[in-house]
């Protein structure tokens, strides 16, 4: 198994491993440069709903996603799916999976079955090297500060966004979860310091006049949005990608209109969050 880096600011490639018949010595590997990294990118994997199923159980327990409309008789898989009709896709824009939730997910394991032949690829942002780039004030000035987050503009009954996807989001009478994290996160397994806001989910910084909230928050976007930051990884069938979402953004691109793509995910369970 060989580990080598995705971009400087995030991300891993790993080569040479087969998934489904991991040793405890590769797991261990894989995890440090998981937590080291933010994310990792791994091909040619042949991986049945059971295997994709198992991996993710070894990292925690599986966070099922309400949600997404699930892989028929595997209610831990989630489908992410655009038909060569639907001109909305699911993911296109900048955010962190569950940071809605009061213990937000660990991570999201992608599964590739079926990607058009153009297009379709995911950008990834690392919120460590982000934050590692703020010049000192603007570090001081985040110290101490908290978001709110929530989901009802996206997943509940009012949201437009909801309804252009359609029947590929489901429960919308079950939005409206909303959550208080810390905008400057240390990372629960290696302390290290990142930015935790994001434009899908974040919606105020707490105890802030909204338009010096809304100031604040374009400012940290507007930096986080930087190339330096970012790694595009291009998908083929059968790759996988999987990203922490305590240290990384991503971006699913809306530009192969007219083709299916088709991957499923498993949302892998998290644990609280601190300053």
Do not use: C
């Amino acid at each position: 198994m060989q580990i080598s880096k995705a971009s400087e600011a995030v991300g891993a490639i790993v080569e040479h491993v087969d998934l489904t018949s991991l040793s405890d010595d590769q797991f261990a590997a894989l995890r440090n440069a998981f937590f080291d990294r933010g994310a990792l990118f791994f091909r040619d994997q042949k991986l049945s709903p059971e295997d994709h199923i198992a991996f993710a159980e070894r990292w925690n327990d599986i966070d099922i996603n309400r949600f997404f409309t699930p892989v028929e008789g595997y209610p831990q898989i989630a489908k992410v799916l655009k038909e060569p009709d639907q001109q909305v896709n699911i993911g296109g824009g900048w955010h962190t999976d569950h940071s809605y939730d009061v213990i937000p997910a660990m991570g999201s394991i992608l599964y590739a079955l079926e990607i058009p032949p153009s297009g379709g690829d995911t950008l990834f942002a690392g919120m460590h090297a982000a934050y590692e780039a703020l010049d000192d004030a603007m570090k001081a000035r985040l110290e101490g500060l908290k978001a709110r987050h929530g989901n009802a503009h996206i997943f509940g009954k009012d949201s437009a966004y909801r309804e252009e996807v359609g029947e590929r989001y489901k429960n919308a009478e079950n939005a409206g979860q909303e959550a208080i994290h810390p905008v400057v996160l240390k990372h629960p397994e290696t302390g290290a310091k990142g930015l935790y806001v994001n434009p899908g989910f974040t919606l105020n910084i707490v105890d802030m006049a909204e338009e010096d909230s809304k100031a604040l928050l374009d400012t940290l976007y507007a930096h986080i949005a930087k190339p330096e930051f970012h790694f595009r990884f291009q998908w083929e069938e059968g790759m996988l990608a999987m990203w922490d979402n305590r240290s990384t953004w991503h971006y699913a691109l809306n530009d192969y209109q007219g083709h299916r793509r088709y991957l499923n995910r498993i949302t892998v369970a998290g644990v609280p969050l601190h300053p």
